[in-house]
């Protein structure tokens, strides 16, 4: 090791040795002052156990009648004496010793504690102080003490207090608390303008709303304090009648009763409802409670909703309708003068009578009992039913039900509209008997149609006959005009004879309706494109798939060989051509049969469906052809109309229904 090295060490043991000595010399002193110290706190401890010795046979009657919790510490804290009621409520065994109540603080607390302790000392006394503990059984408690200085000699030597349990008082009045703030903010938030007024007529509480109702330029908390008969006074010229409305609140003020739903209008059109409560403890007044609130809107529309009912009830009273209000009984509750007029019986007969046992023929009894089953299970209907009126007269009624609820939803009767229908049925029944009447007559007339169609014909055969047997007879007597009269005679028998076939046709169509079946039109018309006679400069061509529609095969048959026959007619084109198309519709199929024939003028469209109409002339044609047509389309629930241009030609177009 180096000289230098062993320099230093030498100066840093001197140094540490000098500090030693230093340190000795102030632990002695320390230690004398502390054991001066010591003395002068066991004489103090001594001094003070000497007076409490001596008082405390004058304190025992003390501890034993203060009903709170009471001890005595010394001026460190630490627990010199104390009664029962302090050990309970600080948790101490009876024979515990040696405790110090600063432990009992909290952390959080001790700062404070020790500036209450100074002030404490300094002023002698300490009033009203509140502290949270934590108790010897580690139970938090919060706690109010007043406390005084012991002193002797005028010397301060301890401390005596008095400790109260206050939590629950705390938590009793922080939900007091609570509720007051709840009570004030919803106060505060109602819709209603609110007035609370103590026993001396001043506002101790009011709110935003009444502020605005009144048109006040103040804050709610600006009207605290305010007498109240001055601030009505102030504001009555706001209302159509303020001497009208002082009186009343002094009225009511005077009578100290609960006052609900008086009205007072305002200058400016409102409305408002004003509701007075008093408050009373006892038999003593404490304050009062006004409320407002604008009820402008609802009475408005209370009116209009009065008006509206009187209308309707005005409407309900002179209806052609009878109206009738049944219990669940089926007693009759309200029915209205058009339902009087119908029974023939007055409102006192029917008041209360059970509307099944006055009223329906014997037979329609089941009707209505059923009915009444089915208002009770919240159904409506509409049913016609017999009834007896007061004369013993059977009428026919229409009767609309349904079932009457209360307010929460629940039935309570029923209600029923009845409507005279005995006009109606017996129209009914005259028609009936018309259509009985007109389909006997119908069959009379087919009947009829046969007979008079064979017999007829009969001597057109045997006149046509006669005519060919003269004709072969005197072939070479006869000359030239004599042969052509024969034969006008045979043409004109032979149109004779079709037209009495058509009409026999004509007058079948509906009389033996058979059942509709599936029929697909595609077949049947390329059926009769090969059985008609189509001259050769003359083609047919169907331009896209026909349809499968529901009908009579044979009528339709009858309709797409009359139109087709029709169109051949009357082509006089070099080419011929007839075009017969389809288009499926929402409720029905649309034919079309189009031709490039000479065209009908439109004057004519309308007649060419009449019977025995024809636009030429020819032995083929009766003018009955397109009727048939007609007839058998309307037999389909369809209809037929043609669209045609003289020398263009023509397109008759017809619609079955699906």
């Known amino acids: 090791m180096s000289q230098d090295k062993i320099d230093i060490l030498q100066r840093a043991l001197a140094r540490e040795k000098a500090a030693r000595k230093q340190a000795e010399s102030i632990l002695e002193k320390k230690s004398a002052e502390l054991y001066e110290t010591n003395q002068k706190l066991e004489q103090s401890y001594t001094e003070l156990e000497t007076i409490l010795s001596k008082k405390d046979s004058q304190l025992q009657g003390v501890f034993e009648n203060i009903v709170d919790a009471y001890l005595i510490m010394d001026l460190f804290g630490n627990v010199l004496k104390m009664n029962d009621a302090a050990l309970q409520l600080l948790g101490f065994k009876v024979d515990q010793t040696d405790f110090n109540l600063m432990s009992m603080v909290q952390p959080s607390d001790l700062e404070r504690v020790n500036k209450s302790f100074k002030s404490l000392l300094e002023k002698g006394t300490l009033t009203d102080f509140e502290i949270k503990i934590k108790t010897c059984l580690n139970v938090e408690k919060l706690v109010h003490i007043n ?54 007529r001043k506002i101790v509480l009011t709110n935003k709303k009444f502020t605005d109702l009144f048109n006040i330029d103040a804050s709610p908390s600006e009207l605290i304090g305010l007498d109240c008969q001055e601030a009505a006074k102030q504001n009555s010229l706001l209302f159509k009648n303020p001497e009208a409305f002082l009186a009343r609140m002094d009225d009511i003020d005077h009578k100290k009763e609960t006052v609900l739903g008086d009205e007072l209008d305002m200058v400016d059109g409102k409305i408002l409802e004003r509701n007075y409560i008093p408050i009373i403890h006892g038999d003593q007044s404490k304050g009062y409670l006004w409320t407002f609130k604008d009820v402008t809107l609802n009475r408005t529309y209370r009116k209009s909703l009065e008006t509206e009912k009187q209308k309707y009830y005005n409407i309900i009273s002179n209806m052609n309708l009878g109206l009738v209000e049944l219990d669940l009984d089926d007693k009759i509750l309200m029915v209205n003068q058009t339902f009087i007029n119908m029974t023939g019986y007055t409102e006192a007969e029917l008041i209360g009578v059970k509307g099944k046992d006055l009223f329906p023929v014997h037979e329609d009894k089941r009707i209505i009992e059923e009915q009444i089953k089915a208002r009770k299970k919240g159904k409506t209907a509409s049913y016609e039913l017999r009834i007896n009126d007061k004369q013993g007269n059977v009428r026919y009624w229409l009767i609309s039900g349904a079932p009457n609820y209360d307010l929460e939803g629940n039935i309570i009767g029923s209600i029923g509209l009845n409507f005279d229908i005995t006009e109606i049925k017996n129209l009914e029944f005259q028609k009936e008997n018309l259509l009985s009447e007109l389909a006997k007559s119908n069959n009379e007339l087919q009947e009829y149609a046969h007979i008079v169609s064979h017999d007829l014909k009969s001597p057109l055969r045997s006149i046509n006959a006669l005519v060919s047997w003269i004709k072969e007879d005197n072939t070479d007597k006869l000359d030239a005009a004599s042969i052509q009269n024969f034969d006008l005679i045979e043409v004109t028998l032979e149109k004779m004879e079709q037209l009495i076939t058509d009409i026999l046709d004509y007058s079948s169509i509906g009389a033996e309706e058979s059942d509709k079946i599936e029929i697909n039109t595609q077949d049947l018309v390329e059926d009769l494109i090969e059985i008609l006679y189509i001259p050769e400069h ?90 048939i047509v007609q007839k058998i389309v309307h037999m389909h629930d369809g209809k037929i109309w043609l669209e045609s241009e003289p020398n263009i030609g023509t397109t008759f177009t017809f619609t079955i229904k699906k």
């Open 538 to 627: 003359i083609s047919v061509q169907i331009t896209n798939t026909l349809p499968m529609v529901l009908g009579h095969k044979t009528k339709l048959q009858q309709v797409f060989q009359n139109l087709i026959s029709n169109s051949v007619k009357f082509i006089d084109k070099p080419q011929g051509i007839i075009q017969i198309s389809a288009e499926t519709l929402s409720d029905s199929y649309q034919f079309s049969i189009q031709d490039n024939g000479m065209g009908i003028a439109p004057q004519f469209h309308d007649k060419i469906f009449k019977v025995f109409h024809s636009l030429q002339h020819s032995k083929d044609s009766s003018g009955i052809g397109l009727s």
């Open 147 to 200: 406390a005084s200085i012991i002193f002797h000699n005028k010397v301060p030597i301890a401390a005596q207090g008095i400790i109260r349990d206050i939590t629950k008082d705390k938590e009793a009045e922080d939900k007091l608390k609570e509720s007051e703030n709840r009570l004030a903010t919803l106060i505060l938030n109602l819709d209603s303008g609110v007035v609370l007024e103590d026993e001396n």
